[in-house]
């Protein structure tokens, strides 16, 4: 069977990785978490003072890009793949809301955005996979075969976001989480270099109403039509 490339974009706390594993897993695909991508040089510029309250250090944080290296290592006790940055696992370190407030004004410099988007392209250059984040259908792969932009609004995203945090044991404040999300927002959509935005060409998803179960199936039986047109 043809393979096909599968770009999902989205504002945060969307669901798009969730949904992005669940396809890739069902289709025997590759899935890449974009934003852990971002999350993880989010938390290496938070570990060099680069980043954090009242601090942007871009210059710096550009300079150091050379001493960045991000592996994804597939868990299989998990069932999934791991981040990890400069060999060390950080997939718990870069789901915080502390690194979630910085990765927006981290993912709107250009030669962070330069660099990783390389890395995503080289990931995806044999099809078959499933990639999701920001600007995959705008930028990293504009001829993919399946484009999706989900969405849902901001208080039930944030509400998500709030238990999966309270989940993972985490003292939140919803008010706070529900701050973060219209930020990131705010930061994705007007940031001058690849805002996120929908591909002209991409199908909206919104969530706002719906379950995980119906979501998946809606989503897999369509990648199902378009790959057996191919």
Known sequence: MTKITIAIDGYSSTGKSTIAKQLAKALGYVYVDTGAMYRAVTLFAMQNDFIGE?????????????????????????????????????????????????????????????????????????????????????????????????SASPEKRAYRRYKELLDKGEEVDYDEVLKNVQQRDAIDSSREFSPLRKAEDAIEFDNSDMGLEEQFERMYNFALRVIEKQ
């Open 54 to 150: 009242g601090i942007k250090d871009a210059d710096s944080l550009v300079n150091a890009l050379d001493d960045i290296e991000l592996e994804f290592q597939y868990n299989a006790k998990l069932g999934f793949s791991e981040m990890y940055l400069n060999g060390e696992n950080v997939e718990k370190e870069i789901r915080t809301l502390e690194v979630s407030q910085f990765v927006s004004p981290v993912a709107e410099i250009e030669a962070v955005r330069i660099k990783l988007v390389a890395m995503q392209q080289k990931m995806g250059k044999a099809k078959g996979i499933v990639m999701d984040g920001r600007d995959i259908g705008t930028v990293v792969f504009p001829e993919a075969e399946i484009k999706i932009f989900m």
